[in-house]
């Protein structure tokens, strides 16, 4: 039995360092190579040692996809390509590549320039990795090699996100990367056709979770933001660079619009700037409204949404500021904060998660008074309002992407072992198909029954025709006798041309084209007629390869059966 | 090519020849070929097709042209001679198309090729062409839908052919099956023998069709759902046993097979909603509607939006579904974490209940509570749970737009689900498409009725009050016209919003203040305890007098005197200047400001009795009191009589003026008014001594009869196109008065020009129009004893035969004898009218543009009682050297926001050679008529024997008559600089 495997090196029951090893019909594929946020040693990234010990990886990996460009997704690229080496294809949609070095660059920057750490990959590594990338578009049927092909969908979550099916002859694997089954301000809902793939490796993050409609969420953002403004008040609202920011970018900046309102907003400069032009540019990656509308104004174009300066905050009168990082532990966000902390008419709104320890975390939990670098005591006064706008699936949307997909067989990762198994059991109650939650390093297998497919000539479907009933029925199975030959990796089903009854047809034909001016009949008991005079084709079991043909006819038509006899000892020309 | 031109050249000529070729062969059916008829040519232009690509251009060529009905016969003749033999299958299967084509012909009955029709398939081996030719069978059979005996052939041949391998004739099968198969028939015996398909011996056409729900091609799936629906759509009745085969559909793989599924479940539903089906897996049973409830609201969430978006719309639709399985529609358990969790809306509700409304919300406010039991969590939505959350929440607006629709149907007949989709379409004014926040704004509206707002619920609607865009503020007043709310405190914040947005958006003004009109009137007792806080009164001291011309100060005080006029004791609270300032609205923003009955004040009305009738019951007594003048003025008999024509002047005058008070009646008011004023006008130009005198001598009279006879024709257009609700009863009086009129006309040319010829024409007509006249109101003619036209009727023959001398006597006579005639006051009348909102003309800063070129002017305008806006109403530009413009404006630019109620939002292009100064133009609205499109014209008579002369058209007079006030703008053309 073929059976298609997979190995999570990263995300197995676990949030960060997605790395998935998928083996179907003898490819290797690695689905993402993330690094995890929470380490700073060897286990931030995955181990390719469990690939192989020691050379190169080129030989064991048939290619390499990334999912999106979260650095948990494809944070170890440079690390795994050039120094572990794989040399590969690559294979990514067009934002994610173009965005994906941006943050890996910030990425390295942060780690070697701040951290000061030595081993580690250069900028150059990754303009030589990025080299590797083959671009793929949605929907585009990409052939890796003659019989691994990969195919991308929509996914939402970020921009240029894809969820990937692989396949390999009739075996296929479809892998989700993060996804959003809802749609947000600027991205569509995560799409896929029934391709009834034999695994769907899906994400489980919100595997616990049912989440309220958006809207509500967002009008109570605006409605605070609003809120504040009016009142003459500042808003900072702490973010990371990518995906978020510019969801709420979007909202505020329609709200602005529609509302008439004036009021200044800014942007912490930095790599958003160029991240921004890549929103730009991939509108087609967009949701509904940002599409249809870029012709006359492109969305990214904000209009009331400036490049933040550093003295402006000390500006009097109202005005909203987007800084990094998100979770105020340092930078320009932290700045700004200590600057207007003091002020109660103020806001800082927390827009997602923050860690344990850094100032975002103590001032949700209401920490009245912050000691910052431990120096002089900040009150804080200013409202504290936390929003999540989280963009992954939640239980609903997960299961509604395996309603869509309808697999054979789940298998979930990018999620916590508790809360999976939760999903699971649902999965398992309410599709009835077998789900799966491999640790990290832990290998799952399962078996595949693919169908077979055989070329058929068509001769032998025409004759299988003339004889069965009128249609083929898809429920019911038919037997039919033919050849099967087997030949460079090809399945073909022929005629038999060495069955009694086939030689007696090729005799049929060649009387038929022969002798124009007969009435010749093929007669269903295994005879062929021409006028009166009876042809038969029989063999022994012991020689079937040699036909005896009888030709018996009366005397009157003595003239015609010479004629036959002499006609068949020359042979059935080689064309029949 | 040029070959071929040539040699059709060559033919047309002698077709004469030709043509009798078809007629020999088939002498018994009788052709009539009169004229040198196509057919012949096609002919021989496919006998001279050397090859298939020539015939095809020649069939192209000729599909091009019409073909009259009775050659029709013998073009399909030969076309049919020539499929036979054709070998090519492209020209086949272009003639079957053209065979099609030709049975489509107006006035040709197909029957006669049936039969050909029919025998073509049975030699046909290609099968595209075989479903052409179905496909022109399809054609002949719908254009004969009462020849039974060839519907049963027809379906026969469907039959026969259903077992075909291509698609597409199975397709056109079904198609034929669904458009002339009928349900109470079962099919022949010999058309199963036929087929070989085993089982009954007798099949009706449904379960044939049935049969091919399982076929293994899509797009045959699709045809046999679509022909089934197509005999819904023919009045037959659907068997309930195609339900659970429907139901399966609905999974295919296809979105097309899905899409026409849900439809044909949806058709089942309102068939047998009350029938009962077993739910799956389970001992109970269910409503079919439910259950079919069920299974669209799970298409809701489809991978095609296509499906969803029908989905959405069909549940709409299906307001038999149970309440409870209604509900579940909106339902969404949340979870965090594996532990319950409320919703936004149930938390607003809850921190509304316990008094702390606008509460920032905390971090971890919405930490989740209780522990979820796992298996208890459903997370595959069974049925239909969440359908239109889903919807809402949808990717594509047309989903969103769809069940927002759906959403509004189904909550207008439930108030109990009115009230729980409340939250989410209010959800729904902060969606990113416009076009969706406006239609739950009148989604909103229209389900108002059901419910009342609570104050969070109203605070969040009011935050749109503040949206840049026009459409959505207006529909957001419009919603707060009909809004209930509950407590005092709403009111404060819904007059508060309203207030920011009038200085934020002055232009709203109007808006802003018939909304709080409307609020007002709603919650008399709410706005009661608020009064001494909107006036600043004090207990002890007094407080300065507001600004009278603060359009806020006047906002406040529509929403209190509407509130007071069904709260006596309110006025009590009012401060002296508040009752000055009662009066001058009162005056001068009527419409907004109710009649009061205020303690110790003087009614300023000038109509006695009717006006001081409180509410309600004045509208009646205006109605009688105008009743009880037009019945005055009917007893006249003559307006010769002395002190008639004062009488008539006085109820001119109480008819305007009750017009300006009862606004409800102010259209029949003005209607009358106007009536009885031409009545006047004309008097009064016959009672001038003109008659008596010599022409030379009364040439001043003549001027002022004439510009008499103007005007009454203009008042007679406006009569009869600017009033709405006209009964033909009244329209013949109009055009009789009008008649009047030109016959005073006829008799003042007569008088002033001198030779009989330029009267010959103007006769002529005069007695046309009589005539058009008597054909037009035939059933009128009873009322009209006594009249001018009837006597005119009477002397009829005469007048046709009579010099126009003779004639302009006769009228002169008839004219001066006529009574008067009487006019039945009409139902419900309305008068068409215009306002411009913008410009409002009040600008001293004129509008400088470089001349050549051209500036574009905003013109906004509310239009009341105006039919068919897009056609009639213009916008005149008039500029001061007397030019005028008009304009028509798009049939965009019309906006509907209430009924009978269109907005027209416009710009108009001005553009002027340069002035040395700044100068006023003028814009105004008009109103286009036609006599042509007269109310009457549009049945055409049923008696028109006499279809040469066209009266109608002839007589057709084109004019506008001004729809609202003019406004003036100042514009600068100036010299381009060099």
Same mark, same amino acid.
């Given at each position: 039995?073929?059976?298609?495997?997979?190995?999570?090196?990263?995300?197995?029951?676990?949030?960060?360092?997605?790395?998935?090893?998928?083996?179907?019909?003898?490819?290797n594929?690695?689905?993402?190579c993330?690094?995890?946020?929470?380490?700073?040693?060897?286990?931030?990234?995955?181990?390719?040692?469990?690939?192989?010990?020691?050379?190169?990886?080129?030989?064991?990996?048939?290619?390499?996809?990334?999912?999106?460009?979260h650095?948990?997704?494809?944070?170890?690229?440079?690390?795994?390509s050039?120094?572990?080496g794989?040399?590969?294809?690559?294979?990514?949609t067009?934002?994610?590549?173009?965005?994906?070095p941006?943050?890996?660059?910030?990425?390295?920057?942060?780690?070697?320039?701040k951290?000061?750490?030595?081993?580690?990959?250069?900028?150059?590594?990754?303009?030589?990795?990025?080299?590797?990338v083959?671009?793929?578009?949605?929907?585009?049927?990409?052939?890796?090699?003659?019989?691994?092909?990969?195919k991308?969908?929509?996914?939402?979550?970020?921009?240029?996100?894809?969820?990937?099916?692989?396949?390999?002859?009739a075996?296929?694997?479809?892998?989700?990367?993060?996804?959003?089954?809802?749609?947000?301000?600027?991205?569509?809902?995560?799409?896929?056709?029934k391709?009834?793939?034999?695994?769907l490796?899906t994400?489980?993050?919100?595997?616990?979770?049912?989440?309220?409609?958006k809207?509500?969420?967002?009008?109570?953002?605006?409605?605070?933001?609003?809120?504040?403004?009016?009142?003459?008040g500042?808003?900072?609202?702490?973010?990371?660079?990518?995906g978020?920011?510019?969801?709420?970018?979007?909202?505020?900046?329609?709200?602005?619009?529609?509302?008439?309102?004036k009021?200044?907003?800014?942007?912490?400069?930095?790599?958003?700037?160029?991240?921004?032009?890549?929103?730009?540019?991939?509108?087609?990656?967009?949701?509904?409204?940002?599409?249809?509308?870029?012709?006359?104004?492109?969305?990214?174009e904000?209009?009331?949404?400036?490049?933040?300066?550093?003295?402006?905050?000390?500006?009097?009168?109202?005005?909203?500021?987007?800084?990094?990082?998100?979770?105020?532990?340092?930078?320009?966000?932290?700045?700004?904060?200590?600057?207007?902390?003091?002020?109660?008419?103020?806001?800082?709104? =927390?827009?997602?998660?923050?860690?344990?320890?850094?100032?975002?975390?103590?001032?949700?939990?209401?920490?009245?008074?912050?000691?910052?670098?431990?120096?002089?005591?900040?009150?804080?006064?200013?409202?504290?309002?936390?929003?999540?706008?989280?963009?992954?699936?939640?239980?609903?949307?997960?299961?509604?992407?395996?309603?869509?997909?309808?697999?054979?067989?789940?298998?979930?990762?990018?999620?916590?072992?508790?809360?999976?198994?939760?999903?699971?059991?649902?999965?398992?109650?309410?599709?009835?198909?077998?789900?799966?939650?491999?640790?990290?390093?832990?290998?799952?297998?399962?078996?595949?029954?693919?169908?077979?497919?055989?070329?058929?000539?068509?001769?032998?479907?025409?004759?299988?025709?003339?004889?069965?009933g009128?249609?083929p029925?898809?429920?019911?199975?038919?037997? =039919?006798?033919?050849?099967?030959?087997?030949?460079?990796?090809?399945?073909?089903?022929?005629?038999?041309?060495?069955?009694?009854?086939?030689?007696?047809?090729?005799?049929y034909?060649?009387?038929?084209?022969?002798?124009?001016?007969?009435?010749?009949?093929?007669?269903?008991?295994?005879?062929?007629?021409?006028?009166?005079?009876?042809?038969?084709?029989?063999?022994t079991?012991?020689?079937?390869?040699?036909?005896?043909?009888?030709?018996?006819?009366?005397?009157?038509?003595?003239?015609?059966g010479?004629?036959?006899?002499?006609?068949l000892?020359?042979?059935?020309?080689?064309g029949? | 090519?040029?070959?071929a031109h040539?040699?059709?050249?060559?033919?047309?000529?002698?077709?004469?020849?030709?043509?009798?070729?078809?007629?020999?062969?088939?002498?018994?059916?009788?052709?009539?070929?009169?004229?040198?008829?196509?057919?012949?040519?096609?002919?021989?232009?496919?006998?001279?097709?050397?090859?298939?690509?020539?015939?095809?251009?020649?069939?192209?060529?000729?599909?091009?042209?019409?073909?009259?009905?009775?050659?029709?016969?013998?073009?399909?003749?030969?076309?049919?001679?020539?499929?036979?033999?054709?070998?090519d299958?492209?020209?086949?299967?272009?003639?079957?198309?053209?065979?099609?084509?030709?049975?489509?012909?107006?006035?040709?009955?197909?029957?006669?090729?049936?039969?050909?029709?029919?025998?073509?398939?049975?030699?046909?081996?290609?099968?595209?062409?075989?479903?052409q030719? *179905?496909?022109?069978?399809?054609?002949?059979?719908?254009?004969?839908?009462?020849?039974?005996?060839?519907?049963?052939?027809?379906?026969?041949?469907?039959?026969?052919?259903?077992?075909?391998?291509?698609?597409?004739?199975?397709?056109?099968?079904?198609?034929?099956?669904?458009? %002339?198969?009928?349900?109470?028939?079962?099919?022949?015996?010999?058309?199963?023998?036929?087929?070989?398909?085993?089982?009954?011996?007798?099949? @009706?056409?449904?379960?044939?069709?049935?049969?091919?729900?399982?076929?293994?091609?899509?797009?045959?799936?699709?045809?046999?759902?679509?022909?089934?629906?197509?005999?819904?759509?023919?009045?037959?009745?659907?068997?309930?046993?195609?339900?659970?085969?429907?139901?399966?559909?609905?999974?295919?793989?296809?979105?097309?097979v899905?899409?026409?599924?849900?439809?044909m479940?949806?058709?089942?539903?309102?068939?047998?909603?009350?029938?009962?089906?077993?739910?799956?897996?389970?001992?109970?049973?269910?409503?079919?509607? @439910?259950?079919?409830?069920?299974?669209?609201c799970?298409?809701?969430?489809?991978?095609?939006?296509v499906?969803?978006?029908?989905?959405?719309?069909?549940?709409?639709s299906?307001?038999?579904?149970?309440?409870?399985?209604?509900?579940?529609t909106l339902d969404?358990?949340?979870?965090?974490?594996?532990?319950?969790?409320?919703?936004?809306?149930?938390?607003?509700?809850?921190?509304?209940?316990?008094?702390e409304?606008?509460s920032?919300?905390?971090w971890?406010?919405?930490?989740?509570?209780?522990?979820?039991?796992?298996?208890?969590?459903?997370?595959?939505?069974?049925?239909?749970?969440?359908?239109?959350?889903?919807g809402?929440?949808?990717?594509?607006?047309e989903?969103?737009?769809?069940?927002?629709?759906?959403?509004?149907?189904?909550?207008?007949?439930?108030?109990?689900?009115?009230?729980?989709?409340l939250?989410?379409?209010?959800?729904?004014?902060?969606?990113?498409?416009?076009?969706v926040?406006?239609?739950?704004?009148?989604?909103?509206?229209?389900?108002?009725i059901?419910?009342?707002?609570?104050e @969070?619920?109203?605070?969040?609607?009011?935050?749109?009050?503040?949206?840049?865009?026009?459409?959505?503020?207006?529909?957001l007043?419009?919603?707060?016209?009909?809004?209930?709310?509950?407590?005092?405190?709403?009111?404060?914040?819904?007059?508060?919003?309203? *207030?920011?947005?009038?200085?934020?958006?002055?232009?709203?003004r109007?808006?802003?203040?018939?909304?709080?009109?409307?609020?007002?009137?709603?919650?008399?007792?709410?706005?009661?305890?608020?009064?001494?806080?909107?006036?600043?009164?004090?207990?002890?001291f007094?407080?300065p007098?507001?600004?009278?011309?603060?359009?806020a100060?006047?906002?406040?005080?529509?929403?209190?005197f509407?509130?007071?006029?069904?709260?006596?004791?309110?006025?009590?609270?009012?401060?002296d200047?508040?009752?000055?300032?009662?009066?001058?609205?009162?005056?001068?923003?009527?419409?907004?400001?109710?009649?009061?009955?205020?303690?110790?004040?003087?009614?300023?009305?000038?109509?006695?009795?009717?006006?001081?009738?409180?509410?309600?019951?004045?509208?009646?007594?205006?109605?009688l009191?105008?009743?009880?003048?037009?019945?005055?003025?009917?007893?006249?008999?003559?307006?010769?009589?002395?002190g008639?024509?004062? %009488?008539?002047?006085?109820?001119i005058?109480?008819l305007?003026?009750?017009?300006?008070?009862?606004?409800?009646?102010?259209?029949?008011?003005d209607?009358?008014?106007?009536?009885?004023?031409?009545?006047?006008?004309?008097?009064?130009?016959?009672?001038?001594?003109?008659?008596?005198?010599?022409?030379?001598?009364?040439?001043?009279?003549?001027?002022?009869?004439?510009?008499?006879?103007?005007?009454?024709?203009?008042?007679?257009?406006k009569?009869?196109?600017?009033?709405?609700?006209?009964?033909?009863?009244?329209?013949?009086?109009?055009?009789?008065?009008?008649?009047?009129?030109?016959? %005073?006309?006829?008799?003042?040319?007569?008088?002033?020009?001198?030779?009989?010829?330029?009267?010959?024409?103007?006769?002529?007509?005069?007695?046309?129009?009589?005539?058009?006249?008597?054909r037009?109101?035939?059933?009128?003619?009873?009322?009209?004893?006594e009249?001018?036209?009837?006597?005119?009727?009477?002397?009829?023959?005469?007048?046709?035969?009579?010099?126009?001398?003779?004639l302009?006597?006769?009228?002169?006579?008839?004219?001066?004898?006529?009574?008067?005639?009487?006019?039945?006051?009409?139902?419900?009348?309305?008068?068409?009218?215009?306002?411009?909102?913008?410009?409002?003309?009040?600008?001293?800063?004129?509008?400088?543009?470089?001349?050549?070129?051209?500036?574009?002017?905003?013109?906004?305008?509310?239009?009341?009682?105006? +039919?068919?806006?897009?056609?009639?109403?213009?916008v +005149?530009?008039?500029?001061?050297?007397?030019?005028?413009?008009?304009?028509?404006?798009?049939?965009? @630019?019309?906006?509907?926001p209430?009924?009978?109620?269109?907005?027209?939002i416009?710009?108009?292009?001005?553009?002027?050679?340069?002035?040395?100064?700044?100068?006023?133009?003028?814009?105004?609205l008009?109103?286009?008529?036609?006599?042509?499109?007269?109310?009457l014209?549009?049945?055409?008579p049923a008696?028109?024997?006499?279809?040469?002369g066209?009266?109608?058209?002839?007589?057709s007079?084109?004019?506008?008559i001004?729809?609202?006030?003019?406004?003036?703008?100042?514009?600068?053309?100036?010299?381009?600089r060099?």
């Amino acid at each position: 039995m073929p059976e298609i495997k997979v190995t999570p090196l990263g995300a197995g029951q676990d949030v960060g360092r997605s790395c998935i090893l998928v083996s179907i019909g003898g490819k290797n594929i690695m689905l993402d190579c993330g690094m995890h946020m929470g380490y700073n040693d060897d286990r931030r990234f995955p181990d390719f040692s469990y690939i192989t010990q020691n050379g190169r990886l080129t030989e064991f990996l048939d290619c390499v996809i990334i999912s999106h460009f979260h650095l948990d997704h494809c944070g170890a690229l440079p690390y795994m390509s050039e120094m572990v080496g794989y040399d590969g294809p690559i294979y990514m949609t067009h934002p994610t590549k173009a965005i994906c070095p941006i943050l890996l660059e910030d990425f390295r920057k942060i780690t070697v320039d701040k951290k000061g750490e030595t081993n580690f990959f250069t900028s150059q590594m990754i303009k030589d990795c990025m080299k590797k990338v083959v671009p793929i578009n949605l929907h585009q049927t990409v052939q890796v090699d003659d019989e691994l092909e990969i195919k991308a969908y929509y996914a939402g979550h970020v921009l240029g996100a894809a969820m990937v099916q692989i396949k390999v002859g009739a075996e296929s694997v479809v892998y989700t990367g993060d996804y959003n089954m809802t749609p947000d301000r600027h991205l569509g809902a995560a799409w896929i056709d029934k391709c009834r793939p034999d695994i769907l490796i899906t994400e489980s993050t919100y595997a616990t979770t049912i989440r309220d409609s958006k809207r509500c969420r967002e009008r109570d953002f605006l409605k605070k933001v609003h809120e504040t403004v009016e009142r003459g008040g500042k808003v900072l609202i702490p973010v990371f660079a990518l995906g978020r920011a510019q969801e709420l970018c979007i909202l505020l900046e329609t709200f602005w619009e529609r509302m008439n309102l004036k009021a200044p907003i800014y942007f912490s400069t930095g790599l958003t700037e160029k991240a921004n032009h890549y929103y730009k540019l991939f509108i087609t990656w967009t949701n509904q409204k940002i599409r249809k509308t870029f012709v006359q104004r492109n969305m990214f174009e904000f209009k009331h949404i400036k490049a933040f300066d550093r003295t402006y905050a000390d500006n009097p009168g109202p005005m909203v500021v987007f800084a990094t990082p998100g979770m105020l532990h340092a930078g320009q966000s932290l700045q700004i904060f200590k600057k207007w902390a003091g002020n109660e008419k103020n806001m800082v709104i =927390m827009p997602g998660y923050c860690v344990q320890g850094t100032i975002g975390h103590k001032i949700l939990n209401g920490q009245k008074k912050l000691e910052i670098e431990g120096r002089a005591t900040l009150e804080v006064k200013l409202q504290v309002e936390y929003m999540s706008f989280s963009a992954h699936a939640d239980a609903k949307g997960i299961m509604q992407l395996i309603r869509m997909a309808e697999p054979r067989n789940i298998l979930l990762v990018h999620g916590e072992a508790k809360k999976m198994e939760f999903l699971k059991d649902k999965i398992e109650q309410e599709f009835n198909v077998s789900c799966f939650m491999p640790a990290n390093g832990e290998t799952t297998t399962v078996e595949t029954n693919p169908s077979v497919p055989v070329d058929i000539s068509l001769n032998l479907l025409k004759r299988e025709m003339a004889l069965g009933g009128p249609l083929p029925d898809p429920k019911k199975p038919r037997t =039919m006798h033919g050849t099967l030959i087997m030949k460079d990796n090809s399945l073909r089903l022929l005629q038999d041309p060495h069955s009694d009854a086939d030689t007696l047809t090729r005799i049929y034909t060649h009387l038929k084209s022969v002798l124009k001016a007969y009435t010749i009949q093929h007669l269903p008991d295994g005879t062929v007629m021409v006028e009166s005079i009876v042809i038969k084709v029989s063999s022994t079991a012991e020689e079937p390869n040699i036909k005896v043909i009888l030709l018996s006819w009366s005397y009157q038509d003595e003239e015609l059966g010479s004629f036959l006899s002499t006609l068949l000892k020359k042979g059935l020309p080689a064309g029949l | 090519m040029m070959a071929a031109h040539l040699k059709k050249r060559v033919y047309e000529e002698f077709s004469k020849v030709v043509q009798q070729h078809p007629l020999e062969e088939v002498p018994a059916k009788k052709l009539r070929l009169t004229k040198p008829s196509k057919s012949a040519a096609l002919h021989l232009d496919l006998c001279k097709a050397t090859n298939p690509t020539d015939a095809l251009q020649y069939l192209l060529q000729f599909a091009r042209k019409t073909v009259e009905a009775e050659s029709v016969e013998g073009v399909a003749r030969i076309l049919l001679e020539h499929y036979y033999k054709e070998t090519d299958t492209s020209v086949r299967l272009k003639i079957a198309s053209l065979l099609g084509l030709l049975s489509k012909t107006q006035g040709f009955s197909p029957d006669c090729i049936v039969d050909d029709a029919i025998s073509t398939l049975n030699n046909e081996k290609s099968h595209q062409v075989l479903a052409q030719l *179905l496909d022109t069978l399809l054609v002949i059979g719908t254009q004969l839908p009462d020849s039974v005996a060839i519907t049963q052939r027809l379906i026969e041949v469907a039959c026969k052919h259903l077992s075909d391998t291509y698609f597409g004739v199975r397709n056109k099968c079904l198609q034929l099956l669904g458009c %002339l198969g009928t349900v109470d028939k079962p099919l022949t015996k010999e058309s199963d023998a036929t087929t070989g398909t085993s089982g009954a011996p007798t099949r @009706d056409v449904q379960s044939v069709i049935s049969d091919y729900f399982a076929d293994q091609d899509p797009r045959v799936r699709t045809a046999a759902i679509k022909a089934m629906l197509q005999l819904h759509d023919r009045g037959m009745k659907l068997q309930q046993t195609i339900y659970n085969q429907a139901c399966k559909l609905l999974n295919d793989d296809y979105e097309q097979v899905r899409s026409a599924a849900v439809q044909m479940v949806w058709v089942l539903s309102q068939l047998y909603a009350e029938s009962i089906v077993p739910i799956p897996s389970s001992n109970e049973e269910i409503r079919l509607v @439910d259950d079919s409830f069920g299974k669209i609201c799970h298409m809701v969430s489809d991978g095609s939006w296509v499906v969803r978006v029908q989905a959405a719309k069909l549940l709409g639709s299906m307001l038999q579904v149970s309440p409870h399985f209604l509900e579940q529609t909106l339902d969404k358990k949340l979870m965090s974490d594996l532990r319950r969790k409320r919703t936004a809306h149930e938390r607003a509700k809850e921190l509304y209940a316990s008094g702390e409304f606008s509460s920032g919300r905390r971090w971890a406010d919405d930490a989740p509570k209780e522990k979820v039991d796992t298996s208890g969590v459903n997370l595959i939505d069974s049925g239909a749970c969440g359908a239109f959350v889903h919807g809402l929440e949808d990717e594509m607006y047309e989903v969103r737009t769809a069940s927002v629709e759906a959403l509004c149907l189904l909550a207008q007949s439930s108030a109990s689900f009115a009230e729980k989709c409340l939250d989410f379409l209010v959800d729904m004014f902060n969606d990113e498409i416009e076009e969706v926040r406006l239609q739950s704004i009148h989604a909103l509206r229209q389900i108002s009725i059901h419910i009342t707002l609570r104050e @969070d619920q109203l605070d969040t609607v009011l935050a749109v009050l503040e949206d840049s865009s026009r459409d959505i503020r207006e529909a957001l007043h419009e919603l707060l016209c009909y809004t209930n709310v509950s407590t005092k405190e709403c009111i404060q914040l819904a007059l508060l919003e309203l *207030l920011k947005n009038l200085t934020k958006y002055p232009t709203d003004r109007n808006s802003v203040w018939k909304c709080l009109k409307f609020l007002g009137v709603r919650h008399p007792t709410l706005v009661l305890p608020l009064v001494p806080e909107l006036l600043s009164t004090h207990p002890y001291f007094d407080t300065p007098e507001p600004d009278m011309d603060d359009p806020a100060y006047i906002a406040v005080l529509v929403l209190v005197f509407n509130a007071a006029k069904s709260c006596p004791t309110m006025s009590a609270l009012f401060s002296d200047h508040t009752f000055r300032h009662y009066a001058y609205l009162r005056d001068s923003l009527s419409h907004l400001v109710p009649q009061l009955r205020l303690p110790g004040k003087k009614l300023t009305s000038g109509l006695g009795s009717e006006a001081c009738g409180p509410g309600s019951g004045s509208v009646e007594s205006a109605r009688l009191f105008l009743q009880d003048s037009l019945a005055h003025v009917s007893m006249l008999q003559s307006l010769e009589a002395p002190g008639a024509q004062d %009488l008539l002047d006085f109820t001119i005058r109480d008819l305007q003026r009750l017009g300006e008070l009862q606004t409800e009646l102010a259209g029949s008011a003005d209607f009358c008014a106007t009536y009885l004023r031409c009545q006047l006008l004309l008097t009064k130009a016959l009672q001038e001594k003109l008659w008596n005198i010599a022409v030379p001598l009364c040439l001043k009279q003549n001027a002022m009869a004439s510009a008499a006879v103007k005007q009454i024709l203009e008042e007679t257009y406006k009569l009869e196109f600017l009033y709405s609700g006209l009964e033909t009863r009244q329209v013949a009086t109009i055009h009789h008065v009008r008649l009047q009129a030109k016959a %005073l006309q006829l008799v003042l040319t007569a008088r002033t020009k001198r030779g009989v010829d330029p009267l010959i024409g103007i006769s002529e007509k005069f007695i046309q129009e009589v005539e058009s006249f008597q054909r037009l109101f035939m059933s009128e003619l009873p009322h009209f004893q006594e009249s001018f036209v009837e006597k005119l009727l009477e002397v009829m023959p005469r007048l046709v035969a009579c010099k126009p001398l003779d004639l302009v006597k006769i009228l002169q006579t008839t004219l001066r004898q006529s009574g008067f005639l009487h006019l039945k006051i009409p139902e419900q009348i309305h008068r068409a009218s215009a306002t411009i909102i913008e410009p409002t003309g009040e600008s001293d800063n004129p509008l400088r543009f470089t001349t050549g070129l051209v500036v574009a002017l905003d013109i906004d305008a509310t239009l009341e009682h105006v +039919q068919e806006p897009q056609n009639t109403v213009k916008v +005149q530009v008039l500029y001061p050297d007397g030019q005028a413009h008009i304009i028509h404006p798009k049939p965009g @630019d019309f906006r509907h926001p209430g009924p009978g109620r269109v907005r027209l939002i416009t710009q108009v292009y001005l553009s002027h050679s340069a002035w040395t100064e700044p100068c006023q133009i003028e814009v105004r609205l008009l109103l286009a008529y036609s006599s042509s499109t007269s109310k009457l014209s549009s049945p055409k008579p049923a008696w028109n024997e006499s279809t040469e002369g066209l009266p109608q058209t002839e007589s057709s007079i084109e004019g506008t008559i001004p729809l609202s006030k003019p406004v003036k703008v100042f514009i600068m053309p100036k010299l381009a600089r060099r």
